[in-house]
């Protein structure tokens, strides 16, 4: 390319280039001498139709590249550095087009002026001008905001994120809490914002315990990049933490290290249990839904169902008062390996193996459940995890848990959720689960009762105003349908071969490539809006994400445990006479 | 105008191109004074001299010309007239070793129709424009490529004064020719034709080590002047490997040319090419290789303009 080519007219970074193809999809620029272009830069540029207006085609540089012009062998390089020959550096940028506006699909011309986009028209090109609703994700590499569409998160097009990425460089749930963060303070959502909900089981580390408390570590430049964003850097203001109950403990603390106090302890009674019917979900392992026993399982839940009684917190079956979960495993068992209750419980067609497999595991879920599931505690007092009287966010804390106690817990707590959002059958509030390793809740492989909840949520909360943010090290490795009803896909940082599945497809191959040294903060987010992921950086977390960043507690958490449930509503059940609620 | 594309591709019909890196062939008749710096019964080989220093600009000059076409033209008594449609191109490589960067300092790019057919017109197709270039004499095709070298001589001192500075030594390639007035001027002989040296004297020529020169002589030819050769890095050993004749103006003293010569024994050699890289290895030096390969880029593609010159034709012949 000759000098007086690039110096014509306008003042861009390049021009559209001849040698490779130009299509209207994709196409090479040539970078002017003097300016740069890197990836995720906007650009934008012209092409003149002869009887119709001008296109404009607008794109993402998804590739840039640099050589020397010139040389003919690698050894040229050391030639050209001495001095001795002739070269020119030049550079070139690929640019995915995002935006052909009319959309009259013509490639731009060879020797186009590209125009860096700026203002309005970086706008234009990512489609945020035809977002009514924009909800702030992060900044760009240009240090611009990027939004993502309301309505492909609030159902009212599309629903749910799927986010992947290692664990522990991804930061995918720190995403997903920023994502929630905007959602509930940008007021893009209006009015829905201030009802809408968030459920958030937290599986590693008390890591989201402290999303309420400020984030002593941040500083001006991080609450520049708030304001930027039109957000202002603070916790959640309206946190209600979870927490299962201390082992061995019979008043029922909950059993947390790092966060004292404004912390609930959950727990099911045994009559709820039974009531319920939450048995299937102690058999939620997909390895679980193989055996034989599922019979058996239902059969037994139905039994508990029919013929438990409530008693004093425990439950009361065929005279025999139960008042713990070991109780109540020993008397199924009991009732099983007797020849004559075994058919009322299992069943008549049930063959002794099956039971006794039954058995066995019922009998290993023991030291498992046996905190969550209580006969010993007051049934008046509160203990549920219920979104719709709690908080703004609540946060189950999961990480103690075993895995079968996790399955557990996650099961009901969706179920109840779901059901709950079923009743009630309006979308409205919103209510977001965010999930973390949504691969062992709902695997590629094999069904489990929680698979079937996630998979209702994923197919149908987004009518009833359940949104999925769903968090995964391998996309490839979860359920392909709740992936697929993601309207909103995210990587982080991927695991090299991970990166090659079909999952991500949707990547170009350069992004592909970048997502493997992503670095924390760093994410990548599809949306059906724009064909090109975004690239963008989201803030440090304004709020703790450990208990060394915890600030001052806000005053609701330091309220005790009794403070903080509804006073009125133990004194008024009149039962509770060992609840006094100070 | 009414002229004919010759179908064949004007590659065939005659290239101009200096043959191969052989020995000198013909003895010339031009007198040689071999007594400038030693005398002759005295010559040696003369190695570099610790105390000069290579400059820190050398500019590069050369030119490329290509053969578009060959045409004939219809002339209205019947007749015809050979001619070809020719681009050639000019430019100058500035090697500023101390900053270590070689940059296309200027390029000229120029067409041309050469033909002695006295009805021949420009010939214009789109954005190209053949200027005629009328030849003297009768015009046979084999005489009209050497009279692309005039205009493309022109266009080489055109780009190479645009860019001269104090303090540097500009090296064109081929003799000098009508370029002896430029200040610190080398002409760059890669081709050995002539025989200038007698016998013994050629002896210390073909005896010359890489990076040594023989003394300088004064030619008596009509476009006289200062010689030497020089032996430029080489692996091989036959007689006439690697050794190149420069020249400089004659209106130069004898100890200015001297000086030169000694100039041109540190700044030529580094830029020697390597065999495997260039066919005219040492001799075609890598900044002219690497000028040459921009110029010709800049000439434009030879089917697409014989594409054109036929279009041209028959547009012209409507």
Redesign the interface.
Known sequence: MTDDLIDGPGDGVGRVLGTADATPLTFWTAVSPGSYLQLDDVVVTRRELPDREPVTIAGVVTQVRARHEGAQFDSDVFAIADGTLPAQVQEAAEVTTTRVDPEFYVPPTPGAVVHRAEGDARARALHFDRMERRIPMGMGRDGVPVYLNADFLDGTRGAHVSISGISGVATKTSFATFLLYSVFRSGVLGGDAVNAKALIFNVKGEDLLFLDHPNARLDDATRAGYAKLGLAAGAFPDVRVHAPPRVGDSSGTPDVSSRLTGVDSFYWTLSEFCADRLLPYVFADADDERQQYTMVVHSVAAHLARYAQPADGGVSIDGVRLGSYADLVDHIVEQLNDDETRGDWAGSAVGLGTVNAFARRLIGSKKDLGRLIRGDLATRRPHSINTSESAQVTVVDLHNLPDRAQRFVVGVTLKSEFERKEKAGTAKPLLFVVLDELNKYAPREGSSPIKEVLLDIAERGRSLGVILVGAQQTASEVERRIVTNSAIRVVGRLDPAEASRPEYGFLPPAQRQRALLAKPGTMFVNQPDIPVPLCLEFPFPAWATRVSEAGRAPSETLRSITQAADPFAVVGSGTADDDIPF | MRFYVDAWDPAYGASFEAAGGGGPAAPSSAQVDADVELPATDWRAIGARPDVVAPDVVLLVDGVRRIDASVWTAEDDGGSYPGIAASYAAGV?R??????????AGSKVGRGLFTASPSAQDVVAGSIRYPVHRVGGTGELSKLPAAVQAPLTALEVAVSDAVRTDGDLLVVDGPLRSRRNLPRTLGYIKTQHSQYLDARLTTVVTGLAPGQRCPVFRLGTAWGGYSWYLRLPVAGGAPWAGIVRMECSAELTETEAIELADLSLVTLP??ASSPY?DPRAPQN???I???E??LRG?LGDARLLHRVLIGAARAGRR
């Open positions: 490589v090697c500023d070793l101390d900053r270590g960067a070689a940059e296309l580094r830029f890289k030096l890598i900044p290789a690497g000028l390969r921009r800049l």
